[in-house]
């Protein structure tokens, strides 16, 4: 007998708890699973038809510059002299890339994927917490201190290792330098610019005295607080290379969003001429057999060049076709070998 006080393990006596809501279980038959697989294998390879014939739509201008082979434009920017380094490249284009056009970077052999490569940041630094900005996260190590015991921010590997390359684009006309006006604002995602990561609250007015105490990643060039000296809006962790860098990649090979090129007469896109890239060349990569390259691209309703995602509708939906035929011959068979017997 249930004790007083005591209540009851038993579910309630309703329909739910006791599952007699009312149900239906299809019957799949061969009336519905044929038609069904030819419907969608028609849907995906018409799918796939508009997908490949609009990725073979969008122009992709692409160039390597790594500092690797003699024939590299920049060779002499070997690992070993990266910095202060400066290369051009000189290229051309037969026919307009309409606009908006997307400057991107690119390397290989880059793994932002490895996991403790990507855990090694502190993520109440990025939210502009200054109690964390003089005793980091362990997990940042060992880039969290630099050798005189000085606390880095931002620590970790994953910022530490931020690319660092600039460049400056050129259209040649008249046998004179035209500079191509490079806009890169809003170019990180939104989520990381308006809520994943903030800047520190300035200290009597000053941004760079709320990292007193504290000094910059091993690698970089600047403190966060000098990456943009000319925009308040584009400094510290709100920077958008930065951003950029800390979303990261998953695959080796990657490119990420430099600039867009949407301003005065470019706003159409880079007409047919001779361009140059003046390249200020910081990054190395020879060392763990990486490249580097640039990318110059539209996009069109799907996004970038992606043949790979057109092919895979066609292969699925020509599948699916074929199944259908297949469990047609069949049923049509067996179908009339009952009815015989």
């Not at 709320?210 to 990643?217: D, E, I, L, S």
């Not at 943009?228 to 990261?248: A, E, H, I, K, S």
């Not at 047919?272 to 580097?292: C, E, M, R, W």
């Not at 047609?328 to 017997?341: G, H, M, N, S, W």
Request: include cysteine; aromatic fraction near 14%; hydrophobic fraction near 35%.
């Amino acid at each position: 007998m249930k004790k007083e006080g005591e209540t009851s393990e038993k579910p309630d006596n309703t329909a739910f708890t006791q599952q007699r809501l009312p149900a239906w279980q299809p019957v799949l038959s061969a009336g519905i699973v044929i038609p069904g697989f030819l419907i969608i294998g028609l849907a995906f390879i018409g799918i796939g038809i508009a997908l490949f014939l609009t990725s073979q739509t969008i122009q992709v201008v692409e160039m390597d510059y790594t500092g690797d082979k003699t024939d590299s434009p920049c060779f002499p920017c070997t690992d070993s002299k990266t910095k202060n380094c400066t290369c051009e490249i000189k290229f051309s284009l037969d026919k307009l890339v309409t606009g908006p056009v997307f400057f991107y970077y690119g390397l290989t052999n880059y793994y932002q994927s490895f996991r403790k490569y990507g855990v090694s940041k502190d993520d109440y630094q990025l939210s502009g917490d200054t109690s964390y900005f003089t005793s980091p996260q362990d997990k940042c190590s060992p880039y969290n201190y630099d050798s005189n015991k000085f606390p880095i921010v931002p620590c970790g590997a994953l910022a530490n290792s931020m690319f660092n390359d600039t460049f400056e684009l050129f259209q040649i006309v008249n046998n004179t330098k035209k500079q191509v006006p490079l806009d890169g604002k809003g170019i990180a995602w939104w989520t990381d610019y308006n809520i994943k990561y903030r800047n520190p609250v300035p200290v009597n007015g000053s941004f760079a005295k709320a990292f007193y105490g504290t000094v910059k990643p091993i690698h970089w060039p600047k403190a966060a607080y000098e990456l943009d000296t000319t925009d308040p809006n584009n400094n510290g962790f709100l920077n958008q290379d930065f951003l950029v860098w800390m979303r990261r990649a998953a695959l080796p090979q990657f490119r990420k969003l430099y600039r867009r090129i949407t301003e005065g007469d470019y706003s159409g896109g880079l007409p047919a001429g001779d361009y140059s890239l003046t390249i200020h060349y910081n990054y190395p990569v020879v060392s763990f057999n990486g490249q580097k390259k640039v990318v110059f691209s539209n996009v069109s309703w799907m996004g970038g060049k992606n043949d790979f995602l057109g092919i895979a509708y066609l292969v699925v939906g020509s599948l699916c076709v074929v199944m259908s035929i297949v469990m047609l011959i069949v049923y049509a068979k067996f179908k009339f070998t009952e009815d015989d017997a």
